[in-house]
């Protein structure tokens, strides 16, 4: 199809904007996290006051990578590049890294309750769902 008769469904739009929208929320979540200073974290819970302690370099750097590549992400899919579909992989993988430090490591479904997981349960599911969405717009020719 030639680009002249592609046509752009709203949703297109409107998915793509609470994308990034969604991402923007994680990056402001991600500098509230490195932004926090030792006085804030005194004043914290035992439970969630540990995890900021304890936080390794590596998880903060996939927390890092899953915010920037997903906000990135979601500017080229307003852009529509084809370039939204890798950036939105990578932020999937930052997102499993951070994780997989959160539940595996420091065991945050015993230290916070089994209700801990489902804001990254809903995490994962949008960032599958955009990897999703972005190829489904590329196969459509929505993507350039």
Same mark, same amino acid.
């Given at each position: 199809?030639?680009?002249?008769?592609?046509?752009?469904?709203?949703? =297109?739009?409107?998915?793509?904007?609470?994308?990034?929208?969604?991402?923007?929320?994680?990056?402001?979540?991600?500098?509230?996290?490195?932004?926090?200073?030792?006085?804030?974290?005194?004043?914290?819970?035992?439970?969630?006051?540990? =995890?900021?302690?304890?936080?390794?370099?590596?998880?903060?750097?996939?927390?890092?990578?899953?915010?920037?590549?997903?906000?990135?992400?979601?500017?080229?899919?307003?852009?529509?590049?084809?370039?939204?579909?890798?950036? =939105?992989?990578?932020?999937?993988?930052?997102?499993?890294?951070?994780?997989?430090?959160? =539940?595996?490591?420091?065991?945050?479904?015993?230290?916070?309750?089994?209700?801990?997981?489902?804001?990254?349960?809903?995490?994962?599911?949008?960032?599958?769902?955009?990897?999703?969405?972005?190829?489904?717009?590329?196969?459509?020719?929505?993507?350039?």
């Amino acid at each position: 199809m030639s680009e002249e008769t592609v046509q752009i469904p709203r949703s =297109f739009w409107i998915i793509s904007s609470l994308a990034l929208v969604w991402n923007l929320i994680g990056v402001v979540r991600y500098v509230m996290q490195v932004r926090i200073t030792e006085e804030m974290v005194r004043t914290l819970p035992e439970a969630e006051r540990v =995890f900021y302690t304890d936080l390794p370099i590596w998880a903060t750097s996939a927390f890092a990578v899953a915010v920037t590549a997903g906000a990135i992400g979601s500017v080229l899919l307003l852009l529509r590049s084809i370039w939204a579909v890798p950036l =939105f992989l990578i932020s999937l993988v930052g997102v499993l890294v951070q994780m997989y430090h959160a =539940f595996a490591i420091a065991r945050a479904m015993l230290v916070l309750g089994p209700t801990s997981a489902i804001v990254p349960t809903l995490i994962i599911t949008i960032g599958a769902g955009l990897i999703w969405y972005a190829r489904y717009a590329k196969d459509n020719g929505w993507l350039r």
